[in-house]
């Protein structure tokens, strides 16, 4: 059984970067990220889910081409990790974010982190 667990700061003031790490349980290492694709979700408040972005299974990213300019996403193969940066954030980027595994079919979420952006 995979599991998936979002950390990282809840409230990022305007401007900053923000940043998150997905933590993956279940699995091995090489079967993690050689067999499957590991994206980052948000969704404001009030709004529906925006697919940010993932890192691919060779290491490809493939980001939002709405958010593509501000995204980084990266793994850290040896804690079984990849992580969000968010850079230039606005009140506009508070939502929940949250990670799952997949690109396009998504099967396997992370509960999701608040992050509120402001002063």
């Known amino acids: 059984q995979v599991q998936l667990q979002e950390s990282g700061p809840g409230l990022v003031k305007p401007s900053q970067t923000l940043s998150l790490t997905c933590t993956i349980s279940?699995?091995?290492?090489?079967?993690?990220?050689?067999?499957?694709?590991w994206s980052w979700i948000r969704q404001p408040p009030g709004k529906g889910l925006e697919w940010m972005g993932a890192?691919?299974?060779?290491?490809?990213?493939y980001y939002s081409p709405y958010l593509k300019s501000r995204t980084s996403i990266s793994r850290d193969t040896s804690k079984n990790q990849f992580t969000l940066q968010l850079s230039s954030v606005t009140p506009e980027d508070t939502a929940v974010y949250t990670c799952a595994r997949g690109k396009i079919a998504l099967d396997y979420w992370g509960q999701g982190t608040q992050v509120t952006v402001a002063e």
């Open positions: 890192i691919g299974r060779g290491g490809s990213i």
């Open positions: 279940g699995g091995s290492i090489t079967t993690n990220f050689y067999s499957y694709s």
